[in-house]
Nanobody
Framework: QVHLVESGGGLVQAGGSLRLSCAAS????????LGWYRQAPGKQRELVAN???????TYAESVEGRFTIARDNAKITVDLQMNSLKPEDTAVYYC?????????WGQGTRVTVSS
């Protein structure tokens, strides 16, 4: 089992920045992909960004150029730097990890962007 704990959510004004962090523990050997999804009220969960063990990144088009994902393979952490935040970025953000084809999820951290 992989246990994921997120931190860093909160309330910010439009145009501001937040940094989300996620730390993995437990059976972390073999984790390939780390990333973030988000779910806004009344909407489906969507991929925000992910990064594989070689550092290859993928971003949702809506956050490209504003968000940056980074991982520390030694500490098994993944961070999401979010800049130029917009009200439409308001959502619960979930950290996830893929290990040997199994997915694991954090409990989520809420991000609210006021206009």
């Amino acid at each position: 089992q992989v246990h994921l704990v997120e931190s860093g959510g909160g309330l910010v004004q439009a145009g501001g920045s937040l940094r989300l962090s996620c730390a993995a523990s437990g059976s972390t050997f073999g984790i390939n992909t780390l990333g973030w999804y988000r779910q806004a009220p009344g909407k489906q969960r969507e991929l925000v960004a992910n990064i594989d063990s070689r550092g290859h990144t993928t971003y949702a088009e809506s956050v490209e150029g504003r968000f940056t994902i980074a991982r520390d393979n030694a500490k098994i952490t993944v961070d999401l730097q979010m800049n130029s935040l917009k009200p439409e970025d308001t959502a619960v953000y979930y950290c996830y990890a893929v290990r040997f084809a199994a997915s694991y999820w954090g409990q989520g951290t809420r991000v609210t962007v006021s206009s």
